[in-house]
Every structure is written in structure tokens, then in C-alpha cells.
């Protein structure tokens, strides 16, 4: 048994599309073809990622500037994604064995029916504006004057499965904007409006030159329907761990201790912290979001492939920390292929690579049809029966070196 588990979700970076993905689009073209971690390599004439390419990355894909070397204490696999989504929640709750049968709720083409903005209006006490899909950085040259002058809300959507509120804090207090994002999220549990997460961005600045989103972001997520493997390890005993956005896509549910990071960077060196200090018997469980938002959806492959090589870096530090009966898995939740059309995720397999010291046969592995085997491994790990509600197998080498 791995007295210590930890996951740290690389998000959004997939490494090739699924089997399915004529079925998803992006501004008007599927996902065939989409592949997040070869094209940003093939963008930047390669990439240096050497602690990863150490682990077995190699063997995935045909990755520029990683070559296939041998890796005896480490498995690697990809696994492709069995609910009906691409996003953040289904792809973290498929890994704690939740199926997503029927797609969340978007209104990426539509913006937010009068009903629903009116009544948001009416709540909060405040003007709306907005109210179409946009990317972050993009709504507020278009729309931060005119919400820092007036006080307005600014309301907008994405290819996501969201309602984000964004405002100023210099006009908009800091816990008025989460309050208003609380009566959002109450008036979105309606079934027809039901988004997956309602978010809040606050951001400051005095005019559209030097606007910025701040680190206190806060996302109001729907919870899982059915039991994840986060409460089966609480209902054993068993501590978990959250660092970054774990707690807002769980709604805060399946664990007993939760961080705030304001980066990647941050996020490891948490990390780092508890695998030096922590001495815990359960799972730490970790969401990186800066490669999702910071550099997939704005398209930026040059600042994705410096994101990559950053956290190489941290994950070699962790790697160096990491104790003999410590188990460590590196995966991703969705794609997000900042070479693809549109600014939406890709529907892609993602990358699984489990480390431990204690391994000695470590290869590459055979594919999964379902994030769900995470989970369902942990919790064989810990000698747990999962819920019936939860997919996915056991991955057997993982268990048996």
C-alpha cells in the first residue's frame, strides 16, 4: 500500500484527440486533429521538459525536443474521457468516477435569457451588462470603462458551461461581487439554466490599458451527482487534501482541508510543502489552471510552452521529496490546444504518468476508456470499496510492483 497519494492535474493539457471528437467543435471545426502538447512543441521547435521526458512522456506521442528513454519506476498511459463533455467538471469528476451522461448547460451562442438577467439585476440591485461569450481578458478592454464608471456588473459567458460576473473593485467591493455571484448561482439551479460553475472575476486597473483579473477568483460550482472516491476516503478515515480549484469543482465536498493558490508555481510549492512536511495517510490533490487560462484559451502556445517547462522544473523538486511508499500521478482533465481554432477546449485523451520510488518495472502501459480508473486505483490502494455509481477499473501495475 502508497501510504500518500497525490494527483496534481496538469489542466487542460491533452495529448491527442479522443476517438469521438468529430462530435465536438470549436468555432465551427471538430477536435480531429487537435493534440495540446505536440503542437505547442512543434510552435516553439520543441520543448525542454527533461523531468517529464525522464518519467516516460516520450513514449505518449512524438513530442519535439522529448525522446522515449527507459523509466523503470514509473507507468505511463493515456486515458480517454467517457462522460459527454470537455471541461474542468466532468473531467474532474469522471476521475473520482462520476459519468456525465448529458452535456452542462452553455449559452455560448445565445447569451442568458432575459428572464434569468432580470431577475439577477433585481436581486443584486445592479445594472448588467454584457451578457455574451467572451474571453476574460477581451470583455474588459470592451467593457471595464463603462463598468468601473457606472458600477455595473459586467455578465458574459464562454464555450464553457459558465456565468462570470466580472467587476472592479475599486467600484464593487470584493465580498459584495461573491455575494452577487451566490444569488447567481441560486437563481442558475433552475434545470434549464443549470450552468456548471458560476464564477467571479474581479479585477483592477483605472482604463482598458491596464485592467487585470486578480487572484480572487471564486467559483460557485454544482456538486457531483453521486458519491465520488473523495468521500469514500473521508467515510474511511483517510485525509484529502485540496490545492487550487479542487474545492470549487467538488463544491467544496470529499475533503477535509483546502488551499487557495494564486499560480501554478504556488500550487507546486504547496505541493512541495506537504510532500516534505505533511505525514498523512489519503490523497493531495492538486488543479494547475494557469496552462488552461492563462495560455489555451488566449491561444498563446509560447507562453504555454514556458508554463510547461516551469512546472518541469518545480515537479523536479517534488520528485526529489517524494518517500519510498509515496505515490505520484500526473494527468489532465481535457485539452486545450492553443494552435486549434476558436478559444474553446479540445476534446483530447490526456496523459496518466504514476511515479513511485518503489517501482521497479515501469513502461508504458495500455490506454483507459475512462478517466475513472484514478479514483477506483486510489481507492484499491487503500483497500476501500467504492459506491456503485462509480466507473472506471483498477490499473493493476500500479498495485503489483
Not at 525522464?54 to 519506476?73: E, N, Y
Not at 441560486?186 to 474581479?202: L, Q, S
Amino acid at each position: 500500500m502508497k501510504k500518500r497519494v497525490f494527483v496534481i492535474v496538469m489542466d487542460s493539457v491533452g495529448i491527442g484527440s479522443e476517438p469521438d471528437a468529430d462530435r465536438f467543435y470549436n468555432a465551427g471545426h471538430n477536435d480531429v486533429g487537435s493534440n495540446t502538447w505536440v503542437h505547442i512543441a512543434e510552435k516553439n521547435h520543441g520543448l525542454s521538459v527533461p523531468t517529464l521526458e525522464g518519467l516516460g512522456l516520450g513514449d505518449l506521442a512524438s513530442i519535439q525536443g522529448v525522446k522515449k528513454v527507459k523509466h523503470p519506476h514509473s507507468y505511463v498511459q493515456t486515458l480517454r474521457e467517457r462522460s459527454n463533455g470537455k471541461d474542468t467538471l466532468t473531467g474532474h469528476w469522471e476521475m473520482m468516477g462520476i459519468l456525465t451522461e448529458n452535456p452542462l448547460v452553455t449559452f455560448t451562442d445565445t447569451g442568458f435569457p432575459k428572464e434569468l438577467m432580470d431577475e439577477l439585476s433585481k436581486r443584486t440591485g445592479r445594472k448588467l451588462i454584457g451578457n455574451y461569450s467572451q474571453s476574460g481578458t477581451v470583455i474588459l478592454e470592451e467593457l471595464g470603462e463603462e463598468q468601473t464608471r457606472d458600477g455595473s456588473l459586467i455578465v458574459y459567458t464562454s464555450a464553457d458551461s459558465v456565468l462570470q460576473i466580472a467587476a472592479n473593485k475599486f467600484c464593487v467591493p470584493l465580498e459584495e461581487l461573491y455575494r452577487d455571484c451566490e444569488i447567481a448561482r441560486e437563481i442558475t439551479m433552475k434545470k434549464e439554466w443549470r450552468v456548471g460553475r458560476v464564477i467571479a472575476r474581479p479585477f483592477v486597473g483605472t482604463d482598458k490599458t491596464n485592467f487585470k483579473r486578480t487572484s480572487e477568483r471564486r467559483d460557485y460550482a454544482l456538486a457531483p451527482e453521486g458519491r465520488t472516491s473523495l468521500d469514500n476516503l473521508l467515510d474511511n478515515a483517510k485525509e484529502v487534501i485540496a490545492i487550487g480549484k479542487i474545492h470549487d469543482i467538488f463544491a467544496g465536498r470529499g475533503m477535509n482541508e483546502s488551499m487557495h493558490i494564486d499560480s501554478n508555481h504556488d500550487g507546486m510549492m504547496k505541493t512541495l510543502d506537504v510532500v516534505k512536511n505533511r505525514d498523512f495517510e489519503g490523497l493531495c490533490f492538486v488543479n494547475l489552471a494557469d496552462f488552461d487560462v492563462l495560455y489555451g484559451h488566449r491561444r498563446n502556445p509560447k507562453g504555454y510552452a514556458e508554463c510547461l517547462e516551469e512546472f518541469d522544473r518545480d515537479l523536479a523538486l517534488i520528485l526529489e521529496a517524494m518517500r519510498d511508499d509515496d505515490l505520484l500521478m500526473i494527468t489532465a482533465d481535457h485539452g486545450n490546444d492553443p494552435t486549434w481554432y476558436g478559444t474553446d477546449h479540445t476534446r483530447e485523451r490526456v496523459p496518466l504518468i504514476s511515479y513511485s520510488r518503489s517501482f521497479q518495472n515501469g513502461r508504458m502501459i495500455e490506454e483507459k476508456d475512462t478517466f475513472g480508473c484514478i479514483g477506483k486505483t486510489i481507492l484499491e490502494n487503500f483497500s476501500i470499496k467504492p459506491s456503485e455509481n462509480q466507473i472506471g477499473d483498477v490499473i493493476p501495475e500500479l498495485l503489483t510492483d
